[in-house]
């Protein structure tokens, strides 16, 4: 999915298992009427429609090391065969292909990447450059503007441009220096710099220069052979602990044919603990089994990135190893955490099998008789509303789904916001986000509306329906109107979560009354970047309305050129996706690649387009 959104080329799909009841907690596009029909042919018509200029295809017959080798990337999903793995692994790396293995069990999951030999990182952390005023001059120091310290330090790189000098002295263009020492906030001394007294004049700026960075890889069996290979984890968790666990888990699924652990035999967990006796091996050992969806968006997630990384070249890599523990959402009794009893009748064949193996049958009763009020319905509110839909929020007697997003969906959202296609273009966010959320769950209730949250709507959210709220979701996108629902969560004592996020940087807050801090204790740093539903819907300032013109330029000419691409590429294949797609989605691509290929492209023609756009986005109602 994350893939397909991003815009890969190709992206081939492998899988020979069928849907199991425990697939569906992680599964959007099955339900029950698909237990028993093979995962591709679920999944993968799904997949074709989010991007018609990806090549989405379906791997069939023996997975040999030669069709692995025919791709630049390949992603082990799931995969227990570990003493397949590792002769796969090296055919992989001496084709110089890139490989990321990924594990989503139960409530613990883990990443392993290698990407070869040497993998260059151009750029390692994938932000702007930061850059200085200079103003002063003298001999290897230079001082620089007071507004913002230094954030270079000794032997960062960078350039110096824009200075003005007396004449006869004069800076390398292409030169850059390095940092010998930092002598205050404001203050470096410059390696290879020896600018005479007197002879700066004024301006300059210090740019930093970012530096390639070479990361050496371990194959596989390198990796497996090392007692404490290189491995990181998120905060809470013990990488060693869930690494001994996963090697346990492995060691017994190579004995037994590459079957998982069931939850229901006892000499199976008591022959996991032989291996490694812990409580991390224990939990794996029952949940094994289990999709739980919360966990599987996330490694996923984190999956997808690493291609990226992978791809680029940019930002640094998981090396090797990752581990995460989700050991803290299971139930707790005292103070220790415990796997719930093995879910039995309906609830086990029940797309909440998973689910209710992880929190219980009582907690999941609680989780449907949530009522939910989501704020905004753009890139996080989608994935949060599909959570919903898997986890059954607003599915039970007493439970609903309320979303609200005042915004229409732009053609540029198609690329992050996967519950929309081309032909909801125009059509309210909410409105078409809680159409899709039916339809992956049709038990959960959503009601859509299509207002701002603030105080001129204060007699549609009025105290009656803040009071029946169980919990408040925000996915919004700037400051004021976060504050605004925080001081209602605080005025009426509710749960908030509130999320967003800025590029490759994200953040989650939990509001809970009495416990924790809420949302406007701290005030936030100005922001720098301009979200995607201000750009489109509310612009008011010029920055605004050129980045809207850049936005909009991409989808006019870009998009449908990457289109006439993809057809002069490949036109059966095209054809063949074509005759897949929804009969509207369809007729809009068609309309689109005519436009291009048989479009009026002389001078006059061009002029009176151009004058007819101008006057649909800039005049009339």
Not at 170 to 191: G, H, N, R
Not at 597 to 614: H, M, P
Request: proline share 6%.
């Amino acid at each position: 999915l994350n893939l397909v959104l991003t815009g890969m080329g190709s992206v081939g799909v492998y899988d020979t298992r069928e849907v199991t009841w425990w697939d569906l907690g992680g599964m959007f596009w099955g339900g029950e009427k698909d237990v028993g029909k093979r995962r591709v042919d679920v999944v993968v018509p799904h997949l074709t429609e989010l991007n018609t200029n990806c090549n989405v295809h379906v791997v069939e017959g023996a997975l040999s090391t030669d069709k692995l080798c025919a791709y630049n990337i390949v992603i082990f999903c799931n995969s227990t065969a570990l003493p397949s793995l590792t002769p796969v692994n090296e055919a992989l790396r001496a084709a110089g292909v890139r490989m990321i293995w990924a594990e989503s069990r139960g409530v613990m999951g883990m990443i392993f990447t290698d990407y070869g030999p040497t993998h260059t990182v151009h750029d390692p952390s994938g932000t702007t450059p930061p850059t200085h005023v200079i103003v002063s001059m003298v001999g290897a120091i230079i001082t620089v503007d007071d507004e913002e310290p230094l954030t270079f330090g000794p032997g960062d790189i960078f350039s110096i441009t824009a200075v003005e000098t007396q004449p006869g002295y004069e800076l390398p263009p292409t030169a850059v220096y390095k940092v010998l020492k930092k002598l205050s906030q404001y203050e470096i001394e410059v390696e290879g710099l020896d600018c005479p007294p007197g002879c700066y004049i004024r301006g300059g700026y210090l740019s930093e220069v970012k530096q390639p960075v070479t990361v050496n890889f371990s194959s596989l069996e390198d990796c497996l052979q090392q007692d404490c290979p290189p491995m990181s984890s998120d905060m809470m968790s013990d990488p060693a602990e869930l690494h001994a666990a996963f090697a346990a888990l492995h060691t017994w699924s190579a004995k037994h044919e590459g079957s998982l652990p069931s939850m229901t035999d006892p000499s199976h967990l008591s022959e996991m603990l032989e291996l490694n006796n812990t409580d991390a091996t224990s939990v794996l050992c029952k949940l094994c089994e289990v999709t739980f969806n919360p966990l599987v968006c996330f490694i996923g997630g984190i999956a997808a990135q690493e291609v990226l990384k992978a791809c680029t070249g940019k930002y640094m890599p998981i090396c090797q190893y990752y581990y995460y523990d989700g050991r803290h959402a299971l139930p707790y009794v005292g103070d220790s955490s415990v796997v719930p009893p093995h879910p039995t009748g309906k609830v086990l064949a029940s797309r909440y099998a998973s689910l209710a193996a992880v929190v219980g049958d009582e907690n999941m009763a609680r989780i449907h008789n949530l009522n939910t009020f989501m704020v905004g319905c753009g890139a996080l509110g989608c994935e949060l509303l599909k959570n919903f839909a898997l986890l059954g929020v607003g599915s039970g007697k007493k439970g609903f789904v309320t979303v609200t997003d005042p915004d229409n969906i732009e053609r540029s959202n198609l690329s992050r916001q996967f519950l929309f296609r081309n032909h909801h273009v125009g059509e309210f966010k909410c409105k078409v986000a809680a159409e899709q959320a039916k339809k992956m769950n049709p038990s959960i209730k959503v009601m859509q509306k299509t207002v701002k949250v603030c105080e001129e709507t204060e007699s549609t959210f009025n105290q009656r329906f803040w009071a029946k709220q169980d919990q408040i979701i925000t996915a919004l996108d700037n400051v004021k109107a976060r504050l605004y629902v925080d001081a209602k969560c605080v005025q009426f004592r509710k749960n908030m979560v509130d999320s967003g996020t800025l590029g490759t940087e994200a953040h989650v807050q939990v509001v809970l009354p009495k416990l924790t801090e809420n949302y406007g204790a701290q005030q936030d740093p100005q922001e720098k970047s301009i979200p995607q539903c201000t750009l489109h819907f509310f612009p008011n300032t010029i920055e605004h309305t050129i980045a809207f013109a850049r936005d909009w330029f991409g989808g006019v000419f870009e998009a449908p050129e990457g289109m006439v691409a993809a057809l002069r590429a490949d036109a059966d294949r095209y054809y063949t996706k074509l005759q897949a797609m929804p009969e509207d989605v369809r007729e809009a691509e068609l309309e689109t690649l005519h436009s291009v290929i048989c479009g009026e492209r002389d001078y006059a023609s061009c002029v009176l387009w151009a004058r007819g756009v101008f006057h649909g986005l800039f005049t009339g109602p």
